[in-house]
Structure formats: C-alpha cells, structure tokens
C-alpha cells in the first residue's frame, strides 16, 4: 500500500516507531550504547545465526532464529526473551521464518537420512504439516495469519509440487502443466508465489498462486523464470533469462506485466526483496560486469546504492520505509562491512560500536530496528539488534527525522 501521508502523519508514525524502538531496548539489560548506536545483546544464545527471515513489523517481535553450537537447538527471540525450541525428534533444523505474532515455521530433518519434514509453531505447541503424499516437506515462508506456503514431495517421491497449509490443511497448488513445482514465498492474503515446469517439462517459469488458481508470470524472452516474493498488492519479483538464455535480470511484476528491471550498465541483477510500496532491491552488475552493487527499483527507475569504498556492494533486506540493509566492501577491498542505507546515504554498521566486530546484518523491520550478529571481544559469535540512535532521551527525535527523510526520497523517486 503506497504510504500517502503528510509530513506531520510521518512525523506521528515515526515518534511511535521510535517509542517502541527504545521501549524495547531499554528494557532490556542487555542494551548497551556505542558510539551513537544502541544495541541489545542476545546474550545468551551463544551460536551462530540461522536467518536471515524478515523481522516483524513491531518492535517487540524481531523473530529471528539461531543455532546453539555443537547441538541442534533451535531458539527464537520474541523482543525480551529467549525460547528453545526444541530438537523436534530430528537430527537438525533449518529454513526459518517468523512472523509478528511469534508463530515459527520451519522444517526438520528426522530419523530418516535425507528427510525433512515442516512444522510450525504456535503459542508453544508444534504442529507437524504432513505431506503431499511423499515423504518429505520443505517451508518457504509464514504469513500473519499463520499460513504456510513450501513444496512437497508427492506420492512416489519422483518430484515435489508447492503448496500452501492453511487452516490445519496442507493444499496442493498444482504446476503450470508439467510434473514439478515450489513456492519461494507469500504475502498476508494468502498469495504464493514460486516457479513450475510448463507442458512436457520444456522450462520453469515463475507462478502466482491466487484464488485457487496458478497464473503464469511468463519470462523477459528466455525459456526459464523463477518468482521469490511478493507484497500485499499481489506485486511479485524475482528472476528470468534473456533472449538466448545466455544472462538472466531481476523482474518486477505488477498489473498483470514483467518488467525488466535492467542492470547497472553491466549485463546482470537479481531481486532480492520487495516491500509493499512496490520497492525493489536487488544486486546488479556495472560496466563490463567489472563489479556488483546494490539497487533500489521505484518508478520505473534501478538506483545504484554504491559502495563502502570498495569495488562491490549487495543489499539483504528492506523495510516499508525503503532502508536497505547489506554487505559492501570497504576502501582497498580489505573486509566487507554491513550497511544501511536510509535517505540517499550508506552508513557503515560495522565501526560504531565498543567490542563487537565483523557484524553482519541479516533483517530490518519497520521499527528501524536491525538484527545480525557480531563477534564479542572475546571472539563469541552472538546475535545484536541495534538501533541508530544516539541517547534514549534523544532518540525519538532522530529516528523521527530518519523515517521522515526516507519516506520522502521514496517519493521523490517515484516522482522522478
């Protein structure tokens, strides 16, 4: 939904995005300041980070999932407090998302070698999705109303077909008229979105699944195209191959059209994430395909986000703002530090604060809230939610101004 306010509403909405920022982080003992940032410690935790999956809209639901080291326990954060999710029976876990409501969906392996099968969790109770007939099931994603969309090995186990769960059922979507397909994602309404073999298995194109019917989103005039997400419009991006098949673009689907949404002069890009302002980042090649950076796509226009300093740069994840968070080389190509970009500027993320290094961003939400993870000065993995914001008694205003300036370059992009 395109976000049609006037300054004073932003301004409101960003006061309350600020509030519950520094509600919960202050809140919590593990918050701690560093040079102009805040952030929380996960503290215990102790592992390695499993994500990325997008972050809830509000400031108490990160959900975030991480790995316990030398063991398969799962846990997710809930804003204050730490749950184990436990091992499920199986061997190890993966594939996670979360939604604001703290619902998990994921899947397991179990006792068989090479097995999975999903479940989800809600209010503590876990559910396992069954199948579609075989023996395995994969998840893509959870939606608010705690769908789950995925693929599913069916009878025999020869191929898998999407599906969505929904309402204690797990439905088949079909293909496009060959043997295979699998959902990459889908939005609040229940519309899914993936790729499925045409007739005869001749190529992949990319689908949305609607109403109980699977559309064909066609290709940018090669044989194959493959969709990832899609918005509460029903806006849809992903990736297809040129005439020739010899290169593939991201592509923006809206108002029943793929539209190319080009390179940086050189002869690649790929989508990465679309919010529901029909923003898209995605990563694209410049001249002579000499080095990669991140893009923004609004109005019709592919935006070069540039870099650290170095040769190449790749965006992660978006909010409904139209920040962007990554990873970019910095001057001389020494290391890559994460960043976030916000109102036409890339900050880096990785030289603010006191005793973490190597931070690595994995999600943004609404809240400008962001969560990664970093390693301590005593060199432990650990997960960090920061905030860019000086003081808790001065934050209000900044992340009001924040939110203010990026509302007001996505507009001026669109309007250009």
């Known amino acids: 939904m395109l976000l049609r306010f006037a300054i004073a509403r932003v301004a409101r909405r960003s006061i309350a995005f600020a509030l519950a920022c520094v509600w919960a982080l202050a809140a919590s003992p593990a918050a701690a300041q560093g040079s102009g940032w805040l952030y929380t410690d996960l503290g215990q935790l102790d592992g390695t ?6 972050p809830g809209r509000s400031a108490p639901n990160v959900g975030q999932i991480f790995l316990a080291p030398g063991g398969p326990t799962e846990f997710i954060y809930g804003g204050a407090t730490v749950y184990d999710l436990g091992i499920f029976g ?3 876990a993966g594939s996670y998302f979360a939604n604001a409501t703290g619902q998990v969906a994921g899947q397991t392996a179990g006792t068989t070698p090479g097995v ?3 479940f989800i969790v809600s209010g503590g109770n876990l559910t396992d999705l069954g199948t579609l007939g075989g023996t395995g099931a994969y998840v893509a994603g959870v939606n608010a109303a705690g769908q ?5 090995d069916i009878a025999g186990n020869a191929t898998t077909h999407a599906y969505l769960y929904s309402g204690g059922m797990m439905s088949d979507l079909g293909t496009l008229g060959g043997s295979y397909s699998a959902a990459r994602g889908l939005n609040n309404a229940g519309m899914v979105v993936g790729d499925a073999y ?3 298995d001749s190529a992949s194109h990319a689908f949305l699944w609607s109403g109980g019917s699977m559309r064909d989103l066609g290709t940018l005039g090669g044989n194959s195209s493959f969709a990832s997400a899609v918005n509460a419009s029903g806006q849809a991006i992903g990736n297809s191959y040129l005439v020739g098949n010899s290169t593939s673009h991201a592509f923006f689907y809206t108002s029943g059209r793929m539209i190319d949404v080009g390179t940086l002069g050189g002869t690649m890009s790929s989508a990465v994430a679309i919010n529901n302002a029909g923003q898209v980042i995605g990563n694209a090649s410049l001249s002579s395909d000499a080095a990669t950076h991140a893009f923004v796509f609004s109005g019709g226009r592919i935006a070069d986000l540039g870099t650290l300093g170095g040769t190449n740069s790749y965006a992660i994840g978006l909010n409904s703002l139209g920040q962007v968070i990554g990873l970019s080389d910095i001057a001389g190509n020494k290391a890559q530090h994460a960043f976030l970009w916000s109102a036409g500027r890339m900050i880096d993320l ?6 973490i290094s190597n931070f690595v961003a994995a999600g943004i939400n609404d809240a400008m809230q962001i969560i990664g993870y970093g390693l301590t000065a005593a060199g432990m993995k650990r997960g960090f939610i920061i905030s860019p914001v000086p003081d808790v008694p001065g934050s209000v205003g900044m992340l009001a101004g924040m939110a203010a300036l990026a509302v007001l370059a996505r507009r001026r992009i669109r309007r250009s």
């Open 90 to 92: 199986g061997t190890n």
């Open 49 to 54: 980070f499993v994500g990325p999956v997008a």
């Open 198 to 200: 045409l007739s005869g």
């Open 116 to 118: 999975n099968r999903s």
């Open 350 to 355: 990785d030289t603010p604060f006191a005793g």
């Open 148 to 152: 789950v969309a995925g693929y599913s």
